[in-house]
């Protein structure tokens, strides 16, 4: 069965520091995955995607991902943190055949001044 | 540019009355989904429609149904309310047809049921 499991339930990093999600993915198929961010009472914004081809993947907002086939990974990455950055992440899979998402339990976020 | 668009942004129902959910999907897009992301949760897939065909069925219950308009607007009909149907109701949209499979999500509907 395709499951996505972030295994950080909450993460607290200083603002300018390096930040690393997790995110690994059972899927039996080459994965779709993606990377979503949802601040407080809005919607999902799409942050970056991986179909194929590189596995260094750059987004918006000076997120990267990097798909590691051999350890099920997509972990989302950003050098150096603002406090914008503060939110809920959400890594996702996509069927490959109708495009529904199923989504991880998300990545709380808190950047300390 | 054109986003997804969902009305209305609340609601506010009592047990075992009905909602009405819509969705307007970005302009072109052939496919719409929906999800429920209940408090603290991550959104749950419910049902989608490619080309006004149900195309893919999750978690939805049988109070729930859904339809794909011609002019690919999107309603989620539920009905017999229950309290545990307070959720926010995410409708997404991407175009299946020419390889899109990234969805971009509407600002979602908050559903209050008490």
């Known amino acids: 069965a395709q499951s996505v499991t972030q295994p950080d339930i909450h993460i607290t990093v200083s603002e300018g520091a390096s930040l690393e999600l997790r995110c690994n993915y059972s899927?039996?198929?080459?994965?779709?995955l993606f990377w979503y961010v949802q601040s407080p009472g809005q919607g999902l914004q799409l942050l970056l995607k991986?179909?194929?081809?590189?596995?260094l993947v750059q987004g918006i907002k000076g997120f990267e991902a990097e798909f590691k086939r051999s350890q099920s990974s997509f972990n989302l990455r950003k050098p150096s943190v603002h406090w914008s950055d503060a939110a809920e992440y959400f890594c996702?899979?996509?069927?490959?055949?109708?495009?529904?998402?199923?989504f991880g339990q998300g990545t709380t976020l808190q950047v300390k001044p | 540019a054109a986003g997804v668009i969902q009305s209305p942004r609340h609601l506010i129902k009592e047990k075992r009355e009905t909602a009405t959910l819509k969705c307007y999907p970005i302009?072109?897009?052939?496919?719409v989904y929906w999800y429920q992301q209940g408090p603290g949760q991550d959104p749950q897939f419910l049902i989608s429609?490619?080309?006004?065909?149900?195309?893919d069925k999750g978690s939805i219950p049988d109070r729930f149904s859904a339809q794909q308009f011609s002019d690919y607007h999107s309603e989620l009909n539920m009905s017999s309310l229950e309290l545990g149907d307070s959720a926010l109701y995410f409708c997404?949209?991407?175009?299946?047809?020419?390889?899109?499979?990234?969805?971009?999500f509407g600002p979602g509907t908050r559903l209050t049921v008490t």
């Open positions: 997404a949209s991407s175009l299946v047809m020419s390889g899109g499979l990234e969805q971009y």
């Open positions: 899927y039996g198929a080459t994965p779709y």
């Open positions: 991986y179909f194929s081809g590189d596995t």
């Open positions: 996702a899979v996509g069927a490959s055949n109708t495009g529904k998402l199923i």
């Open positions: 302009p072109r897009h052939d496919t």
């Open positions: 429609f490619y080309e006004k065909m149900q195309s």
